[in-house]
């Protein structure tokens, strides 16, 4: 009503979002988290279960933006087989080589599953129980979106009866209160929400802000409207453009 655009910083923060992605998947897929717990009590490989191997793996990665499409370069070099979920196909060359499956059939088929989609009315809960239900026996889960996607209680009741195998967060339902059932469990990998958490990323967000509000007080286009707000002036460009 006011006429304010709203301006992010998507570009910044893809890579750093996309490692810890990559980092939560790998460190769930190999069990790392029970482990560090069992060495921290004493127990040099007493008791640790076995991890599994990430090459020939099928990831799920619901919601192929930014994050998503670098999320599938990373995951090239170990021999992960990825398949996405979008609301609409992607050209091939941004697929780069990723099968686009329906929801149904990536839930159901995946031995992975990595969270990229935005909180809105429609995404919340949208992974359930219904929908863990659907999953692979021990399929692993990384949220790297937003917490609220998943119901997290459903989440740890099928982590605790082993349906899921392990999950790595880095956001929640609630935050910063955190599920005690998943704290409880060591086979969950929690960080703090710690997607864009480097003193890089930090530099590139503060500066493609300040790009944003000097063009604004000169009169010029925002470089990154959200995209709620893009139609209100001429096409938007990115970050990276010098000023």
Not at 14 to 30: E, I, K, Y
Not at 61 to 71: K, Q, V
Not at 198 to 224: D, H, I, Q, S, Y
């Amino acid at each position: 009503n006011r006429g304010i655009t709203v301006t992010y910083a998507p570009d910044p923060v893809t890579n750093a979002t996309a490692d810890l992605a990559l980092w939560l998947l790998l460190g769930s897929l190999r069990q790392l988290n029970p482990s560090l717990g069992s060495l921290r009590r004493g127990n040099f490989k007493t008791g640790v279960d076995f991890g599994h191997d990430p090459e020939g793996k099928v990831l799920g990665i619901l919601g192929m933006g930014r994050i998503g499409r670098a999320l599938k370069a990373r995951c090239e070099p170990f021999g992960i087989i990825t398949r996405y979920h979008n609301r609409s196909e992607l050209p091939p060359d941004q697929a780069a080589g990723a099968t686009y499956v329906s929801f149904e059939k990536l839930i159901s088929e995946s031995d992975m599953i990595s969270i990229n989609i935005p909180l809105n009315p429609q995404t919340r809960h949208l992974i359930g129980a219904e929908q863990i239900t659907k999953m692979k026996d021990g399929v692993i889960i990384v949220n790297t979106a937003r917490g609220a996607v998943i119901d997290e209680d459903a989440l740890a009741e099928a982590l605790d009866s082993g349906k899921i195998a392990s999950v790595g967060l880095d956001v929640y339902e609630h935050e910063p209160m955190i599920n005690e059932r998943l704290l409880k469990n060591e086979r969950a990998l929690l960080v703090p929400h710690l997607g864009t958490h480097t003193v890089e990323t930090l530099t590139k967000m503060e500066t493609c802000a300040m790009k944003n509000a000097r063009r604004a007080v000169l009169g010029e286009p925002l470089l990154t409207p959200v995209p709620e707000h893009a139609g209100l002036q001429r096409s938007p460009s990115n970050c990276t453009r010098d000023v």
